[in-house]
């Protein structure tokens, strides 16, 4: 079991908008930034957003993060069929000293 | 560049140890704040976290597998070793390595990942 609690699937239509959970506690969301990962069928996962709403170079502004008390949520607007991927949240927490990932949800679009 | 590619046994046999090696470039574990990460992937299932090593040599590992994992350092080679004891089926999975360029920085650069089968 993740420490860090995510949806298992959400699912949307094309042009449509998203949003997947991440929640935690005060040892690690609560009191560090959120990263979001995209990992597509067979390949390594992907930074996708960094410091809890920062994107890397090259992501586009249809993926944006925010954070708020020990949750943090990844929102996905103009949904391409692209985007169907594993999505998970990433954080530090201090009282595993350790790094934590969410259990991943899986984007459908249909 | 930044660039990160694992190396190690495709199969390993149940009870032996699993050594892998991160093979990277584009940036040096000397310089103040980097980090390298080991994290590995069941198939089907979710990211699970292994270990990190930081440029002062500090490691930090999963608590539910410290007694089975070691990680080190060769920055002369910019190289990261992972070694894991007592392989079991359950350890059957693709493991990645990646960079992480700071405190609270997120693991912004990954391999490719290797995948690692136990079985006899």
Redesign the interface.
């Known amino acids: 079991q993740?420490v860090l609690t995510q949806p298992p699937s959400v699912s949307a239509a094309p042009g449509q908008t998203v949003s997947i959970s991440c929640s935690g506690s005060t040892s690690n969301i609560g009191n560090?930034?959120v990263?979001w990962?995209q990992?597509l069928p067979g390949t390594?996962?992907?930074?996708l957003i960094?410091?809890n709403h920062a994107r890397?170079s090259g992501i586009p502004d249809r993926f944006s993060g925010s954070k708020s008390g020990t949750s943090a949520t990844l929102v996905i607007t103009g949904l391409q069929t692209g985007d169907e991927a594993d999505y998970?949240c990433?954080t530090?927490d201090s009282s595993?000293?350790?790094?934590?990932?969410?259990?991943?949800t899986k984007l459908a679009v249909l | 560049q930044v660039t990160l590619r694992e190396s190690g046994p495709a199969l390993v046999r149940p009870t032996q140890t699993l050594t892998l090696t991160c093979i990277f470039s584009g940036f040096s574990l000397t310089t103040s704040g980097m980090c390298v990460?080991w994290?590995r992937q069941p198939p089907g299932k979710?990211?699970?976290?292994l270990a990190?090593i930081d440029w002062e040599d500090d490691k930090?590992?999963?608590?539910s597998l410290r007694t089975r994992l070691t990680i080190s350092k060769d920055t002369s080679k910019n190289q990261v070793v992972l070694t894991m004891t007592n392989m079991d089926p359950v350890d059957t999975a693709t493991y990645?390595c990646?960079r992480i360029p700071g405190p609270?920085?997120?693991?912004?650069?990954?391999?490719?990942?290797i995948l690692v089968t136990v079985s006899s």
């Open positions: 993740s560090h930034y990263s990962y990992q390594p996962p992907k930074l960094y410091d890397p998970y990433g530090w595993l000293s350790a790094v934590i990932f969410g259990g991943g | 990460s994290v979710a990211l699970e976290w990190l930090y590992y999963n608590t990645y990646a609270s920085s997120p693991l912004d650069y990954w391999g490719q990942g």
